[in-house]
């Protein structure tokens, strides 16, 4: 029983013990068409399917429940008003604890969906088009997903936090013409000009928005374009608005994320598979029961957001919490007030997050009662034990079982993890195989690995919450995924098995980092660096962060006649976050006179990682440099110390 903490049992009605888990994944692989279609019953059907999957990883089409139809509106919102029309769906806790916060029931809900859905469709928004969403963490954020839903227009939600050259290229990207948006955000005690931010985005070249749906929050003076502008609350009207039967393949929503390269892709998931997906995933990993209140602190323009604030929990009509805010406003106790305030039984979190409350010491979590918390999770990137340990000992005082989610944008859901009353848990591993899911660990060769093995971790089998696409470069998908693995989904991490059949992931393998969860290319920090016109090249990597996880490490070649100086290192950080955003700031800059490359031009990224490690005992083989001795002078200048 090496490094396990014993799972805990919950005084209530579990709904999946180790041996049903057992049994239920093996009925998942062995069975997987009548295990989806049973699971697929957790939704409400215009048209039930007849079948599962269909699907195949070489060539790639993937196809779930193909011959069912469905609105997910339908099954977040709707179909709870009979019974459960009354129950709170949404909790609003504002940035400011002194602002008033706001519960909506079901009911309520629908109202507004339906007032948010009759604003779009007034604005020309017509099934298939696709809406982007620049919104702060707000309601009106999570109506506007829903409300795209029940029209049959796919959403393509844009962190608030990205810059308006960035907006601009996920708006080109997929030809949107809508935007919705507000006139501006708050997170701690920081403005976030999102509507002076949407209006430099359409300056810029390509876009093609039309018209722009804009959310009165935070009451600042605010320009409207005549014509182009319009304010949501004028535009809500109440009138009947049905729910627009889809097929299980229509596409939901388009999310941007990162890789490693070129700029984003636009990663595409169907209605129905990630319905499903999202459903039987929060039903088991939370292990929610009517009542509860649930909260998950990332943000809508995140796939945790879409899949575990929104979907998920509403599609089981959960009440879900909605944070505007940051853990460290008014100060670090905020969570804790947050979860005392409304009685928070579940919350899911990211490691960034605890590690940074953590440092603050134990007095902020203690001086707070937190005896509703129940279950705790944690997404977004390895946590390592201590971090665990601090979670699980001084935050849920060992009553409440971590559950440590591993997936990817990509995946939709939850893909491995423990099950809090079927699994032992072990600090620093995600744990087991949610059901359907297979998992291969592969060498560089793609030599399958048996038993404890560490590896490149992939997937063979599909499963409903795939991804189907990327937008518009369905070729990019393939390339992308199973390409390097044929006829499997390679997810670009790397992972460890051990004895016991427990997976630990040990972070990506391909030049994509993780900075606080939130996952970035290398190659997009490194585009956005030559696009100063006094930088020549430069080359991006990771190195260990105490807190983020990931940091930032810079190597940057000047145009002839620059030279790098204090004043520069400034410009370039402030370039870096006026192309990306605030998460893309690097950490550290070294100026240098060249990158450290092979005769054949190839930059060595391993001499590169390493001495932003500031390991550099080990560099390995440097014998195929073209210019050895540059090592030497980049170990000289790093900035990492
Ligand atoms: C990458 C996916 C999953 C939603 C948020 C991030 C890393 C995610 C874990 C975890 C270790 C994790 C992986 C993955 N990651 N969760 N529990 N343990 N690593 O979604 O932005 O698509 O990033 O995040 O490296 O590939 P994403």
């Known amino acids: 029983m090496n490094g396990f903490v014993q799972r805990i049992e919950q005084n209530r009605e ?6 049903e888990y057992q049994h239920l994944y093996r009925r998942s692989l062995e069975q997987p068409d ?5 699971q697929a019953q957790r939704l409400d059907w215009f048209e039930a399917p007849t079948k599962a999957g269909e699907w195949s990883f070489d060539p790639v089409d993937i196809r779930w429940f193909a011959d069912g139809t469905l609105n997910l509106c339908h099954n977040a919102v709707d179909r709870h008003l009979a019974e459960r029309g009354d129950t709170t769906a949404l909790i609003f806790e504002p940035d400011d604890p002194a602002d008033d916060g706001r519960k909506l029931t079901y009911s309520e809900l629908h109202s507004e969906v339906v007032g948010m859905a009759n604003a779009l469709k007034a604005m020309g928004v017509r099934k298939g088009d696709r809406v982007t969403i620049y919104m702060p963490m707000i309601v009106e954020g999570v109506l506007a997903m829903l409300a795209c839903a029940r ?4 959403h393509s939600v ?31 005690t920081k403005p976030i000009p999102l509507k002076t931010n949407v209006d430099a985005a359409l300056e810029l070249e390509g876009v093609t928005v039309e018209k722009v749906l804009v959310v009165r929050h935070t009451a600042e003076d605010t320009a409207m374009k005549e014509g182009r502008d319009v304010w949501y609350h004028e535009a809500v009207s109440d009138a009947d608005c049905p729910c627009e039967p889809m097929k299980a393949e229509d596409p939901l929503f388009i999310l941007y994320t990162s890789g490693s390269t070129g700029k984003p892709k636009g990663v595409l998931h169907a209605t129905g598979g990630y319905g499903v997906w999202t459903a039987t995933t929060f039903h088991y990993v939370f292990d929610y029961e009517p009542g509860e209140i649930y909260w998950c602190t990332a943000d809508i323009g995140w796939v945790t957001g879409h899949s575990y604030i929104v979907y998920g929990p509403l599609i089981n009509g959960a009440t879900s919490l909605v944070f505007e805010g940051v853990p460290n406003y008014p100060d670090h106790g905020r969570l804790w007030d947050v979860v005392d305030k409304h009685g928070v039984n579940i919350l899911y979190t990211a490691p960034t997050a605890i590690r940074a409350l953590m440092r603050e010491g134990n007095g902020f ?21 201590e971090a665990w340990r601090w979670y699980f000992d001084v935050v849920g005082e060992e009553r409440a079982p971590v559950v440590d989610t591993w997936w990817q944008t990509e995946t939709g859901g939850v893909m491995i993890t ?19 899911v297979v998992l291969e660990l592969v060498d560089n060769d793609g030599e399958v690995l048996d038993g404890e093995a560490a590896g490149n971790l992939c997937i063979t089998q599909s499963w409903p919450g795939q991804a189907r696409t990327v937008y518009g470069d369905h070729d990019r998908f393939v390339q992308t995924y199973f390409s390097t693995y044929r006829g499997k989904y390679f997810t670009g991490d790397g992972c460890r098995r051990d004895e016991d059949g427990y997976y630990w992931i040990t972070g990506r393998v391909d030049d994509v980092i993780n900075v606080s969860g939130h996952r970035m290319g290398t190659a997009e920090v490194e585009s956005a660096l030559v696009l100063h016109d006094k930088v020549a090249e430069a080359a991006v990597v990771g190195y260990p962060h105490d807190i983020k996880g990931q940091g930032i490490y810079c190597y940057v070649t000047l145009n002839a006649g ?9 410009e370039l950080r402030v370039h870096v976050r006026k192309e990306i955003g605030p998460i893309a700031t690097p950490d550290h800059i070294q100026f240098t006179g060249g990158l450290p490359k092979t005769r054949s031009g190839k930059i060595m990224r391993r001499i590169l990682r390493k001495i932003a ?9 440097t014998s195929t440099l073209a210019d050895p001795s540059l090592v030497d002078r980049l170990i000289e200048g790093r900035q990492n110390r």
Request: charged share 25%.
């Open 562 to 570: 620059e030279e790098g100086s204090d004043a520069l290192h400034d």
């Open 365 to 385: 979590v203690t001086s707070r009662d937190r005896s509703s918390l129940r279950l705790l999770g944690t997404v977004g990137e390895p946590i390592n034990p």
């Open 14 to 19: 579990t709904h999946c013990s180790a041996e």
């Open 34 to 38: 009548a295990f989806w279609l049973d």
């Open 418 to 436: 423990t099950l809090p009353a079927a699994h032992d848990m072990k600090p620093g591993s995600a744990g087991k195989p949610f059901f359907g």
């Open 158 to 188: 844009v962190f608030g936090g990205f810059s308006p050259e960035a907006l601009a290229g996920r708006l080109v990207d997929c030809e949107s013409r809508f935007v919705v948006t507000a006139d501006g955000g708050k997170r701690g």
């Open 613 to 621: 490690e500031n390991d550099f005992g080990a560099l390995g083989d």
């Open 151 to 154: 029209i049959g227009a796919v």
